[in-house]
C-alpha cells in the first residue's frame, strides 16, 4: 500500500506549522546581540555570539526544510507525489513513511545509475 498522498499532505503541514513556530520560538535567540561591556563582559557576550550563531544556522536548516515540504506539497498538487525527481521513478513507500518530502529514490539520492 503506498503512502496517501492526503496522508502526506496532513503529515507536511503539521511538520511545516511545527517548523514555522520553532522558528518563532527562537526569534530573539537570533536577534542582534548588544555591545554593553557594563552588563556583559567580553566571555559572555563571546558565548551569546556564539549562541546566536548557532540559533542563525538552526533557523537557515529549518527554512530549507520548510522549502522542501512546500516543494513535496507542489508535487501532491502535480500529482507527481512519490516520483524520483531525478530518473521519474516511484519511490519507495518505506521511504516517504520516513519522510513524505523525500524527492529523490535512493539510488538518485547515493548519487547512484540504475
Same mark, same amino acid.
Given at each position: 500500500?503506498? #503512502?496517501?498522498? =492526503?496522508? &502526506?499532505?496532513? %503529515? %507536511?503541514? *503539521?511538520?511545516? *506549522?511545527? %517548523? =514555522?513556530? %520553532?522558528?518563532? #520560538?527562537?526569534?530573539?535567540?537570533?536577534?542582534?546581540?548588544?555591545?554593553?561591556?557594563?552588563?556583559?563582559?567580553?566571555?559572555?557576550?563571546?558565548?551569546?555570539?556564539?549562541?546566536?550563531?548557532?540559533?542563525? &544556522?538552526?533557523?537557515?536548516?529549518?527554512?530549507?526544510?520548510?522549502?522542501? #515540504?512546500? *516543494? &513535496?506539497?507542489?508535487? #501532491?498538487?502535480?500529482? =507527481?507525489?512519490?516520483?524520483?525527481? =531525478?530518473?521519474? !521513478?516511484?519511490?519507495? !513507500?518505506?521511504?516517504l513513511e520516513v519522510d513524505p518530502a523525500m524527492a529523490l529514490c535512493i539510488n538518485c539520492a547515493s548519487g547512484k545509475t540504475n
Amino acid at each position: 500500500m503506498a #503512502i496517501d498522498p =492526503e496522508r &502526506a499532505r496532513t %503529515l %507536511l503541514t *503539521a511538520r511545516r *506549522a511545527e %517548523l =514555522e513556530k %520553532l522558528s518563532s #520560538i527562537s526569534a530573539e535567540s537570533r536577534d542582534t546581540i548588544p555591545l554593553d561591556q557594563q552588563s556583559v563582559g567580553r566571555v559572555s557576550r563571546m558565548d551569546a555570539l556564539q549562541q546566536q550563531a548557532m540559533a542563525q &544556522a538552526t533557523e537557515r536548516h529549518r527554512m530549507v526544510d520548510i522549502a522542501k #515540504i512546500d *516543494a &513535496a506539497l507542489r508535487r #501532491i498538487d502535480d500529482n =507527481e507525489f512519490g516520483y524520483c525527481l =531525478e530518473c521519474g !521513478e516511484k519511490i519507495p !513507500e518505506k521511504r516517504l513513511e520516513v519522510d513524505p518530502a523525500m524527492a529523490l529514490c535512493i539510488n538518485c539520492a547515493s548519487g547512484k545509475t540504475n
